[in-house]
């Protein structure tokens, strides 16, 4: 994941004084880390969702979205 890149997404944002400067979730102190742990850990987005209630599907379909564009993007040459 482009750390930088998320910059643009309005499902996150990060400070240096909340998690140490970690992605999370837009008004929420869950990293958006916690997704992609969970799902590798074969949690579905729903339990996820239910989990976290903070989150919504609309914000973890964002970062899903970036995600899938950001790996599908030609390598520069």
Known sequence: MDQ???EHLTA???SPD??????RFRGTRIPVAAL?????DGATVTEFLAWFPGVTKEQVDEV???EVHALQSPVAP
């Open 4 to 6: 930088q890149s998320l």
């Open 12 to 14: 996150v944002e990060r």
């Open 18 to 23: 909340i998690l140490s400067g970690a992605w």
């Open 36 to 40: 992609f742990e969970n799902l590798r």
């Open 64 to 66: 899903l979205d970036y």
